[in-house]
């Protein structure tokens, strides 16, 4: 399985960006997908994960009520809508995906990961 990120970007205090993480290969295999994100100096952290018929989501409390997570499974995509982003939101943004039926959170125990998409969040 291969995961793809992109539409990262430079944005100001307050916008928005949409996230897309493209899955391809074997995405039979894929159940649970995720977003990590990790900012300079810092660990990797949970953002938040969907399961495959989108029926179950978990989010970080520090993005509740401004980020969306949702996924298309015929087009093999999974998003991740940003809203009123905040400069602590600077981060590398990865996008992982496992064969678990439930939520994990857990980066470690995920066997497919992106490459990374860079989001800039200016004051």
């Known amino acids: 399985v291969q995961l793809v990120e992109s539409g990262g970007g430079l944005v100001q205090a307050g916008g928005s960006l949409r996230l897309s993480c493209a899955a391809s290969?074997?995405?039979?295999?894929?159940?649970?997908m995720d977003w990590y994100r990790q900012a300079p100096g810092k660990q990797r952290e949970f953002v938040a994960a969907?399961?495959?018929?989108?029926?179950?989501?978990n989010y970080a409390d520090s993005v509740k009520g401004r980020f969306t997570i949702s996924r298309d499974n015929a087009k093999n995509t999974m998003y991740l809508e940003m809203n009123n982003l905040r400069p602590e939101d600077t981060a590398v943004y990865y996008c992982?995906?496992?064969?678990?039926?439930?939520?994990?959170?857990?980066?470690?125990?995920?066997?497919?990961w992106g490459q990374g998409t860079q989001v800039t969040v200016s004051l």
């Open positions: 969907i399961t495959s018929g989108g029926g179950s989501t």
């Open positions: 290969g074997n995405t039979f295999s894929i159940n649970t």
């Open positions: 992982a995906a496992d064969a678990y039926p439930v939520i994990v959170k857990v980066a470690d125990r995920y066997s497919y």
